[in-house]
Each structure stands twice: as C-alpha cells, then as structure tokens.
C-alpha cells in the first residue's frame, strides 16, 4: 500500500469482531487463561506514532462488541494543488478491498433469508446454496457451449477462494474468457480450480450474480435482449449490465439498511460526490507529492461497479458496517462462525487470510 492512502486499521476492526474473543472480566479480551487488557490512551498514541508524518493522510477506528472504541484521523485527503482538504473521520477515500467485505456478507445474507419471504423454487438452505453451481445464474450466452470445468464452481468456491481464478492482472482477460467463451485459453483455471487461492474473481463473479439470484426475472429479461441484439459473450454491455445491478443492490439492500444511519459508498465518486458538496481524498505518489493526486473509481474504469474495489467509504461509514455485521443485522451469529473457523482456516468463507488465535497472541501481547 502507498504511503499517502488513506489508512484505516481495519484487521483491528477484525480482531476484535472475531467470534473467538470472549470479553473477560477485567474488561480485556481473553485468550485461554491469558488476557488483553485494553488502555486506549495507549492505543491512540501508539497509532499517533506510528502514523503523523509517516503517512499523507489517515483515518483509524477501533471496535469492541459492535461499539466504537477509538476514532482518530489526521494528516491531508488532498495537497495545496488540489485544494488543500485535512483528512476527516468523515472524509471518503478509496479504501480498496473493502469491497469485498460488502459483497460477501451481502452474498451470505441473501443466503439465510428464509424461502417463504424470497424468490427459492429449490427451498435451499445455507449449505444449499454454498454448494450451488454458479453456471445455472450466467446469461444464456454464457452458458451456451460451456466446458465441464466451469459447471464445477459452486458459490461456496468462491467464497473460499477455490473458483480457479489465478491472482494476476495480466490473467484478467483469461478470468472472463474463461467463463464467456468456454475454457482459459492456458487452462490454469481447471488446474488451480479447489485449491485455495486469493484472486479478485472469485468476489467479482459473486457480486455480479448476486442480482441473479435476488431477481431471476432479471436474468431472463437479460437473456432475451442478448438474443433480440445477437450479443456476443464478450459483449461489454452483459459486464455493464451485471455491475449496474449490483451496484443497485447493494446500495438498497446493504447499505442503505445499516445502522444507527444509512452509509453511501460510492464506485464513481469523480461524478457522485461533487454533486453532494463531498471532498474525497485523493491518491499521491509520496508524502510529499505536489501533482495533481489519482482516482480509482470503478465506473470510471470499468464503465460499472463491481464487488472487489474502485469503491470510496469514509473509515465511519466502514466502521458502522462493521458493527452491524457483529450483530445479527448483516448475518446471523451461525453464519458468522463459519466465517471465523479458527480450526479450519483454509475453510473460512471469505476471508484472504489466515490468522489464527495463536498468531494473534504472538502479536498483540
């Protein structure tokens, strides 16, 4: 990560979500018989240290139990060439694989809703739909011709990781190839596919199917046009399509019901936040850096949003979102112990990583 990004301590904000930490009774976090004790003076000044003057800009926050523990933000969103703006706990920056985050649990939310107040004609449960082929929700055009080797993925796959998908820019043209036109061209999905490897496509891919799943409609609606137009696979109109219903499902379904206040993210802050009087940080080469600073939005880039970045949330926003899904707002407590299983880390849906108690007390005691 560059040095002028804002930085937002969101692995404290994990740790300390984690299911596996019990509050003790001297208000610390137990370990076994060991236990955390937290001085938030300490804390603050620790992460002061570490960061003013180190960094262009930063925004910090630190939960407990759902609560907000600890707020801090300081240095610059943007340089004197670009208006000079301080950064703000409320400032939006573009906190990258964030993202993720919302497109998953969004995924998993849609998965425990219950069959009779939702479209679920094969009455799936969690497990269900974790172990569902994602091939029955491609367009038509997608599916037509498919190898073998694609109608293996299940939801559950790519949650884990274990699509196939190769983590690599320059492969990111072999990802949609791969699902549009039948097989990789060098195969390497059908050679990586249940091994556990982080790669953008796999929460890409469930991003754009979410609506799918959330409207079947949509996707007979969608494949009706790609016949009416004689769209090709490649079509870039099937990827826009894709992205500007999830960008509309995750606004209306996950951001827009957080509380105690709704938060708005936005994938095309450039044409979004100006309209609203919001200053966004920008990106900087170095600390010092007097041009003109970067943006990274993903409608800008990609014509549409999608589920694993280009998307700008103040570190508030991220941390609201973060305290409801330690309640039972986002996901239920059940589905949060599959996401945290420390006996199992390769298994854990979601995650990148795979920290474990033990390498917790390493590090923080």
């Not at 009774?25 to 137990?30: L, W």
């Not at 569902?132 to 491609?138: A, H, N």
């Not at 399509?241 to 994938?267: D, H, R, W």
């Not at 420390?342 to 005691?365: G, I, M, P, V, Y």
Request: proline content about 4%.
């Amino acid at each position: 990560m560059k040095n002028t990004r804002v930085l937002v301590l969101a692995i404290a904000i994990c740790l300390l979500l984690t299911p596996t930490f019990a509050p003790a009774q001297n208000d610390g976090i137990k370990f076994g018989s060991n236990s955390l004790k937290f001085d938030k003076a300490k804390y603050e000044a620790e992460v002061k240290k570490s960061l003013n003057g180190n960094v262009m800009g930063y925004q910090a926050f630190l939960l407990k139990n759902g609560e907000l523990v600890s707020s801090l933000a300081n240095g610059k969103a943007r340089n004197a060439t670009d208006g000079e703006s301080p950064m703000k706990t409320g400032t939006p920056a573009n906190i990258g694989s964030s993202a993720k985050f919302f497109t998953g649990t969004a995924l998993l939310q849609f998965f425990e809703r219950p069959a009779n107040i939702y479209y679920n004609p094969k009455n799936l449960t969690v497990d269900g739909w974790l172990n569902e082929k994602i091939y029955l929700y491609f367009p038509k055009v997608w599916r037509d011709n498919m190898h073998e080797s694609i109608k293996q993925i299940s939801f559950g796959d790519l949650l884990e990781h274990r699509g196939g998908f190769i983590q690599n820019d320059k492969n990111a043209k072999i990802n949609w190839d791969y699902l549009k036109n039948g097989v990789s061209s060098d195969k390497t999905q059908d050679f990586a596919y249940g091994k556990r490897n982080y790669a953008n496509a796999n929460i890409l891919f469930a991003g754009y199917l979410l609506p799918m799943l959330a409207q079947p409609r949509m996707l007979e609606n969608l494949n009706r046009e790609i016949a009416a137009k004689n769209l090709k696979p490649e079509d870039p109109y099937i990827e826009d399509f894709l992205g500007n219903q999830f960008e509309i499902y995750i606004k209306k379904m996950v951001f827009e019901k957080t509380l105690p206040a709704a938060i708005m993210p936005s994938c095309d802050a450039p044409n979004e936040y100006p309209k609203l009087n919001i200053t966004y940080a920008k990106i900087y080469k170095t600390i010092d850096d007097l041009a003109k600073g970067a943006e990274s939005a993903s409608k800008q880039i990609n014509g549409a949003c999608h589920g694993t970045g280009g998307w700008y949330i103040t570190g508030k926003e991220l941390a609201i979102y973060a305290a409801n899904f330690a309640t039972n707002k986002i996901v239920s407590a059940k589905m949060r112990d599959k996401m945290f299983s420390d006996n199992d880390a390769d298994n854990r849906l979601l995650w990148s990583f795979t920290f474990n108690d033990e390498f917790l007390k390493s590090k923080l005691q």
